[in-house]
C-alpha cells in the first residue's frame, strides 16, 4: 500500500482536459514539495513536474501541477493520445524520513 | 546529455547478493551536487525508493531496506553501485539508476536509465 494515493486509472477523450488526484497527510504532501512523474509503456519514468507547479525543459505548457494542503494534482489539456500512459507522484515523508511515490494512475484516451 | 545505464546479473538466487551498477555518461558524477539515486519497479508497476548516493560516499537508504543494501561509488570509472543481501522472491523487480537535483527538500529526478529487471529464483 502506498503512502500516497491516487486513483488506479482516469480517461478522457482527445482535446479533453483530465486531473490526477493525489492525497497524503502533514507528514509528506503537506510538508514537502510534489513532483509528478509519466511513464509511457516500456520506458523509464520521466520527470514531468518538480517543485509542485514547475516544469522542467522541454515538458510542454499542457501539464501543470498545483498543491493544497496534503493533496496535489496534475492537470492534462489538450489530451492526445500519446499521452497515454502511467502518472505517479512522489515526495518527501518526514516520518520516517524516506522519498514516497504514489500507486500510479493509468490514463486512457479514448 | 546525461544518460544512465545499469548493468548486472539479471536472475539472482533466494539468500544471495544482488550486485548492480550504473554507468554515467555525458556528466562527471562528481559535478553538479547531484544524488545518484537506486528505484525499483514492481511486476505490479509500484515504485519504491531504494536509496542514493553522493560522490564523497555519503548514503542516504530506505529505512526499511536498509539492514540489507549498500552502496558505492567509484569517481574514476563514473559509476555507482548497489548491493543488496539475503534477496528473496519480493525482491523481484525492475531496478532503475536515477539522478536526483542537489535541493535536498526535492524529488527531482530528472535522468533515469532504462531500468534492468532482476528476476530472485533458484
Known amino acids: 500500500q502506498s503512502v500516497l494515493t491516487q486513483p488506479p486509472s482516469v480517461s478522457a477523450a482527445p482535446g479533453q482536459k483530465v486531473t490526477i488526484s493525489c492525497s497524503g497527510g502533514?507528514?509528506?504532501?503537506?510538508?514537502?514539495?510534489v513532483s509528478w512523474y509519466q511513464q509511457l509503456p516500456g520506458t523509464a519514468p520521466k520527470l514531468l513536474i518538480y517543485?509542485?507547479?514547475k516544469r522542467p525543459s522541454g515538458i510542454p505548457d499542457r501539464f501543470s501541477g498545483s498543491r493544497s494542503g496534503t493533496s496535489a494534482t496534475l492537470g492534462i489539456t489538450e489530451l492526445q493520445t500519446g499521452d497515454e500512459a502511467d502518472y505517479y507522484c512522489?515526495?518527501?515523508?518526514?516520518?520516517?524520513?524516506?522519498?514516497?511515490f504514489g500507486g500510479g494512475t493509468k490514463l486512457t484516451v479514448l | 546529455q546525461v544518460q544512465l545505464q545499469e548493468s548486472g546479473p539479471g536472475l539472482v538466487k533466494p539468500s544471495q547478493t544482488l550486485s548492480l551498477s550504473c554507468t554515467v555518461s555525458?556528466?562527471?558524477?562528481?559535478?553538479?551536487?547531484?544524488?545518484w539515486s537506486w528505484i525499483r519497479q514492481y511486476p505490479g508497476k509500484g515504485l519504491e525508493w531504494i536509496g542514493y548516493?553522493?560522490?564523497?560516499?555519503?548514503?542516504y537508504y530506505n529505512p526499511s531496506l536498509k539492514s540489507r543494501i549498500a552502496m558505492s561509488v567509484d569517481t574514476s570509472r563514473n559509476q555507482f553501485s548497489l548491493k543488496m543481501s539475503s534477496v528473496t522472491v519480493a525482491d523481484t523487480a525492475v531496478y532503475y539508476c536515477?539522478?536526483?537535483?542537489?535541493?535536498?527538500?526535492?524529488?527531482?529526478?530528472?535522468?533515469w536509465g532504462q531500468g534492468i529487471l532482476v528476476t530472485v529464483s533458484s
Open positions: 555525458g556528466d562527471s558524477i562528481t559535478s553538479g551536487g547531484y544524488y
Open positions: 502533514d507528514s509528506n504532501i503537506g510538508n514537502n514539495y
Open positions: 548516493i553522493y560522490y564523497t560516499g555519503s548514503t
Open positions: 536515477a539522478r536526483k537535483s542537489p535541493a535536498a527538500y526535492t524529488v527531482n529526478i530528472d535522468y
Open positions: 517543485d509542485n507547479n
Open positions: 512522489a515526495t518527501w515523508d518526514n516520518s520516517p524520513r524516506l522519498i514516497v
